[in-house]
């Protein structure tokens, strides 16, 4: 039996959760989840914002799966996203785009793959004030950072059967910090002669992205391009609603939706559980249940097609739980 941590987050997320729970449960896997508190919620028990007791449910069962949390904009704590990210040093941010029949997208064949470095670059967070008028970040990028988020990228073509790889960076401008991992880039590609390699300046991948993105496969980059251009990419298939992603270290691994927490939508079992199932799927790829992650998807993409049984966002008028019976009833199972 595997034992997975459940954290169900704020909002909207604890009825997401549940939703794809079930959906994970009716594939038959023998799977225990192990439930855990974070962010806000956790903050109105007591507890502190990311408790010791949830990082170490996720060290002991190497596997989450977790509901959005709420960050609050400019004040308060920091984001317990990038906090759970540099206690376990989930060094990769997966994060694949597809478009699925249904969705209303620009358009019909998109199957794209963002590789994003988690834990340097200006997220790092090591910023001050200079006097009063003026603040400092400052960019961080390593050899053993851009190494490792590399070779991932080249890994995971190599497994999912993918054909190019595409650096993206800013070396024309930033020539020690990008440079650096431009340069490392070069050199992992040169292993992975199976593979194509590329090279892109951000804002030309981003303008590349918009007006012909059926070029491009699986993209790596640093830090704070990545989640740009991942957005940009989820908005090429109909938005964050559908698009699922993965924080992945060496010795863990969080699955969620990347999307807000929707406080004023919390209870009313109304909003679109597509990127935090999707989010389940990846993590049973990463379990090697490659078969009962491609049920899981399958079904899913067929109640999309059929609009009659999706939430209000993709045409529909089911509830959150509904759309998850649905999807449960194309696995085979009846409600």
Avoid at 88 to 99: C, Q, W
Avoid at 172 to 200: H, P, S, W
Avoid at 258 to 276: C, E, F, L, M, R
Avoid at 288 to 317: C, M, N, R, S
Wanted: aromatic share 6%; charged share 25%.
């Amino acid at each position: 039996m595997q034992t997975i941590t459940v954290i169900p987050g704020d909002g909207t997320g604890p009825e997401l959760i549940a939703a794809t729970l079930r959906v994970v449960e009716a594939t038959g896997l023998d799977i225990k989840w192990e439930m855990a508190e974070a962010g806000m919620t956790a903050h109105e028990k007591g507890l502190d914002y990311l408790p010791d007791e949830t990082l170490s449910s996720i060290r002991r069962n190497k596997i989450a799966l977790k509901g959005p949390l709420t960050t609050p904009i400019g004040t308060g704590f920091r984001s317990i996203n990038v906090a759970l990210r540099k206690a376990l040093d989930l060094y990769v941010n997966l994060r694949p785009v597809k478009t699925y029949k249904g969705v209303l997208s620009r358009y019909d064949d998109i199957d794209l793959v963002v590789v994003r470095e988690n834990t340097e670059d200006l997220y790092a967070g090591i910023e001050h004030m200079v006097g009063e008028d003026a603040a400092e970040s400052i960019k961080i990028i390593t050899r053993k950072g851009s190494d490792r988020i590399v070779r991932f990228a080249f890994d995971y073509a190599r497994k999912e059967k993918r054909k190019k790889v595409t650096a993206v960076h800013k070396a024309n401008i930033m020539k020690c910090t990008d440079g650096l991992f431009l340069n490392v880039a070069r050199q992992v590609a040169e292993e992975y002669q199976d593979i194509e390699f590329e090279e892109r300046i951000v804002d030309n991948m981003c303008m590349q992205l918009v007006s012909k993105p059926h070029l491009y496969d699986v993209m790596v980059m640093p830090n704070l391009y990545g989640d740009i251009v991942s957005d940009l990419c989820a908005g090429l298939v109909g938005g964050l609603g559908v698009a699922p992603s993965a924080n992945i270290g060496a010795d863990a691994a969080i699955f969620e939706p990347v999307h807000g927490s929707a406080p004023k939508y919390a209870g009313q079992n109304k909003v679109n559980p597509t990127a935090t199932i999707l989010s389940a799927v990846l993590m049973l790829k990463y379990m090697d249940q490659g078969d009962a992650a491609a049920k899981i998807e399958g079904a899913l993409a067929e109640v999309i097609a059929g609009k009659k049984d999706v939430t209000y966002d993709l045409g529909g008028g089911a509830t959150t739980s509904q759309m998850a019976d649905a999807i449960i009833r194309k696995m085979g199972h009846p409600q």
